[in-house]
């Protein structure tokens, strides 16, 4: 128990990293009103209500069937459940982007948009599928960790009980997998696994058992449990940034690639070899520093943050100087790829305002630090994509009053905007720096952890 609240508190101070101050709330549902951060119960959310892995294969496989414009393909298999990992292509374009969804299991909302959305692209007739189409090869994975989603009864692998949906997969460590714990990401409670999102390695073909023993940094406390800190003479990679120095002595945090899952979206993202990279998240209770309403009411709940890769040049702009807390950004990323990374965000943030006030104008972003075992960070550099971290509030803990149909479609309307101005070539014309206008997230406390 100790060292499971050990790490988990941990995991959360990395997953925080960034984020601006914390507010107090008010208790429970006597806060509840309409607008503000807060549900009326923490079951106000029910997952029964997302696709299970079957009915997502099901739906993927009849969209497949209906139509000759898409490939279906499993990939892999989740490491408890032995769960298809499917991964779908569509379209032919000259640019290539990749997209995963859910590689946090209790993150379920990516996964129900691309169903919709493949329905769209799969079988529609307007000028806008027909130019996306033209332009985009656009490579998915719906479902990055389907032994978190589908997590049933008290193993996760019950076939009764109650769907619960949880951020890690079930994968048990065993001797001889590495030569410590990845301190990062596994998950030391009653059930083992690892947080899949803290598993990706920037080196090109790394196994655990390449690194130096001294790499690693091992716990006082928890002998087994060491973080990967990889010294920046031992990256492959060059440094791309203008600037043309490498910020940092060693990256920490690195990823070991030891779960089926990442190594499936590893191949998937090296095959793709994307110019485009986007992630899909879950966000908990976060608000509008300053809401629409002038402080008239609850302050107003972000519907989604986003966040950018990018580099030390812009970690070192003025205005941007939140950065220097989380790190100086990803130095692995050219200049045209940092420029590409602000505008893939902030075009969303733009298709959001065309919804006017209230429900879809609330984006707020994160400060930017690599987490070096994440997708965005240890990917990005090698085929030098511009990123998107998309952290839509409200799909789990912490769970809020953003319908199932706010989530979704939130995630939509970002995606679609994506795919039909990288068609149209106006992404170009977003410029970048409006990115850093939109107002950092702000956390608050929720009043269901007390
Ligand atoms: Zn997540």
Redesign the pocket.
């Known amino acids: 128990m100790h060292r499971r609240q050990f790490l988990r508190t941990g995991i959360a101070a990395v ?1 925080l990293a960034g984020l601006g101050s914390t507010v107090s709330g008010q208790s429970g549902g006597r806060d509840y009103r309409p607008g503000g951060p807060w549900a009326p119960n923490e079951r106000a959310i029910n997952y029964n209500a997302y696709l299970d892995n079957e009915e997502l294969g099901k739906r993927l496989q009849k969209i497949d069937r209906r139509s000759d414009r898409m490939e279906l393909d499993q990939i892999g298999a989740s490491a408890g459940r032995g769960d298809p990992i499917w991964e779908v292509t569509i379209g032919d374009g000259d640019e290539s982007l990749h997209l995963i969804n859910q ?2 299991g209790d ?1 379920p909302s990516g996964a129900e948009a691309v169903v919709k959305i493949l329905n769209r692209l799969a079988t529609g007739g307007s000028r806008q599928v027909e130019e996306i189409l033209d332009n985009l090869t656009i490579t998915i994975v719906p479902r990055v960790n389907p032994d978190g989603a589908n997590f049933v009864g008290d193993d996760g692998l019950g076939t009764d009980g109650e769907l619960r949906q949880r ?1 890690y997969n079930i994968n048990a460590w065993e001797e001889g997998d590495s030569r410590y714990l990845n301190a990062q990401s596994y998950y030391s409670g009653d059930v083992p696994g690892y947080d899949l ?1 803290r598993g990706f390695s920037i080196l090109p073909g790394f196994e655990p058992g390449d690194e130096d023993e001294d790499w690693w940094s091992v716990l006082d406390d928890f002998p087994e449990f060491g973080y990967l800190n990889v010294p920046v003479e031992d990256i492959s990679l060059d440094v791309r940034d203008p600037s043309g120095e490498n910020p940092y002595d060693e990256l920490f945090g690195v990823g070991l690639n030891l779960n089926p899952e990442t190594q499936a979206v590893t191949e998937s993202f090296l095959d793709a070899d994307p110019d485009w990279a986007i ?5 908990g209770a976060n608000v509008v520093p300053e809401s629409p309403d002038k402080g008239n009411g609850p302050q107003w709940q972000s519907i989604m943050s986003v966040m950018a890769p990018f580099g030390p040049r812009y970690a070192g702009l003025e205005g941007v100087d939140y950065a220097g807390y989380v790190g100086s950004g990803n130095p692995y990323l050219s200049e045209d790829a940092q420029r590409r990374s602000l505008q893939l965000n902030q075009l969303v943030n733009e298709r959001a305002q065309q919804f006017g006030k209230g429900k879809f104008n609330t984006l707020t972003r994160y400060g930017y630090g690599p987490l070096w075992g994440s997708y965005l960070d240890a990917l990005c550099p090698r085929t030098d994509a511009a990123g998107m971290l998309y ?1 839509v509030s409200h799909q789990s803990d912490e769970r809020g009053h953003k319908a199932i149909g706010t989530t979704v479609k939130i995630t939509v309307e970002g995606f679609m905007a994506t795919f039909e101005r990288i068609a149209d070539g106006s992404i170009s014309e977003v410029d970048e720096l409006d990115y850093f206008d939109m107002p950092l997230a702000q956390g608050i406390d929720s009043p269901f952890d007390r």
Do not use: W
């Open positions: 997953s590689i946090h993150e951020r999102n992630t899909h998240h879950h966000q952290e």
